[in-house]
């Protein structure tokens, strides 16, 4: 009986935590549909939004969540997302032309930044900085979104992203940002700081003095050439070849989404499935963990008593406390497969959408780097058609 009673002690001290480690799980179901701007805007106020290529975030994750990670996934991930943005930014009609930038270097009106928090196929959190070419912050905010096995469904994928409400909150915002902040004429003043910034870079003697920078940082107008500077109009068919070659770049990140797409939706799929499985792992392996624990203490603290119905209990519950410990490592070297196969497949991933040419209108351009390094390649040839057109050599 005071055996029994024992058992039952220990249940009661087990029972709670196995409650309390139990979790549960929100997924979205609300899908947010783009906004598009009902007042029209003059095209010369369309102002253009240049994306660079997201951080992956891999030296922000936690040591717990290491494991879980595969670098190969998130290099592949950070240009993929911006690219998305991009086409859902396009797509809503509120701007003028939007890229996906290989650096900052290409001048832009308005400049979005994005870090990958996290990424698992059942969560994504990212966290996006926008500013103007005055180097004003318009805001910077995390968007996360938590999706459900109807995200994946054959109708639903060939619709949107799993995670496309990211990408509409996002514009959205934007859009909510310029409507509220930005008159007309703040719009013609930030045009106008691009295309000058543009200037100053190929031909800084030239054009450094109509631009200021306050105690602040800001940029800001201090004067503006004539209409009819030629320099300036070398300036802006010189910015019209570099359009042109970002242009190119575009081409190769659209390519780059679509090979990317299916492998990509598949691992994604396959790691919402994973996730689920795993957390469901790690959190029996918790309660065994802690269930086990608790019957060892229990066992260890019965077995002082002088009645030997109780140390007999005692005993039991050791052993059942022990096997509980063991049964919990057990499932962790589960999960540490799931994790395996998991990095596996990021690194096949990364192998399918690996970068390979970029066209040129006169040339083809093997990537023997980054895109990142070719574009900083034709940013030195832009520089030596100008010196040359210039006769500055």
């Known amino acids: 009986m005071l055996a029994l009673k024992v058992r039952t002690i220990i249940l009661c001290l087990v029972a709670p935590v196995l409650v309390a480690c139990s979790t549960t799980s929100v997924k979205s179901t ?14 010369d106020l369309l102002m253009d939004i240049g994306i660079t290529v997201f951080d992956p975030g891999i030296d922000e994750i936690d040591k717990d969540d290491l494991e879980r990670v595969s670098p190969q996934i998130r290099n592949a991930e950070a240009r993929y997302a911006p690219y998305l943005l991009a086409e859902t930014l396009q797509r809503s009609g509120n701007w ?8 900052e270097t290409s001048t832009m009106d308005v400049y979005l930044h994005g870090q990958i928090l996290h990424s698992d196929g059942e969560t994504m959190h990212i966290k996006i900085t926008a500013r103007d070419s005055s180097g004003t912050i318009w805001y910077t905010k995390n968007y996360n979104e938590n999706i459900s096995q109807f995200n994946y469904e054959a109708s639903q994928r ?6 496309q409400v990211i990408y509409n909150n996002i514009a959205n915002d934007l859009l909510a940002y310029r409507k509220a902040n930005l008159s007309d004429q703040r719009i013609a003043q930030i045009r106008t700081i691009s295309e000058l910034q543009f200037a100053r870079n190929f031909a800084p003697e030239l054009f450094e003095q109509y631009l200021t920078v306050n105690n602040r940082g800001i940029t800001q107008v201090a004067r503006l050439p004539a209409a009819n500077d030629p320099s300036l109009e070398r300036i802006r068919e010189i910015r019209q070849r570099d359009n042109l070659f970002v242009d190119t770049v575009q ?6 989404a679509r090979q990317m797409r299916v492998p990509y939706d598949s691992w994604r799929e396959q790691s919402y499935h994973a996730t689920m499985e795993l957390d469901q792992l790690e959190a029996s ?6 269930a086990g624990t608790v019957a060892i203490v229990g066992g260890i603290a019965a077995a002082t008593s002088s009645n030997a119905a109780v140390r007999t209990g005692s005993l039991v519950a050791v052993g059942g ?10 499932v962790s070297a589960e999960a540490q497969i799931h994790i395996a196969a998991l990095q596996e497949l990021g690194e096949s991933l990364e192998s399918e959408v690996a970068p390979k040419m970029i066209d040129l209108d006169d040339r083809q351009v093997m990537l023997t780097g980054s895109v990142e390094e070719q574009y900083s390649q034709w940013r030195k040839i832009l520089v030596e058609i ?8």
């Open 251 to 256: 081409d190769y990140y659209a390519n780059y």
């Open 321 to 330: 406390g022990a096997y509980m410990v063991k049964s919990g490592f057990d």
């Open 30 to 43: 609300e899908y947010v549909q783009i906004v598009q701007d009902r007042t029209p805007v003059a095209e």
């Open 285 to 290: 392996a918790r309660r065994r963990f802690i």
């Open 96 to 103: 003028g032309v939007v890229r996906v930038l290989p650096s």
């Open 386 to 393: 100008y010196e040359a057109e210039t006769g500055n050599l």
């Open 158 to 163: 060939q619709a949107n992203d799993p995670f």
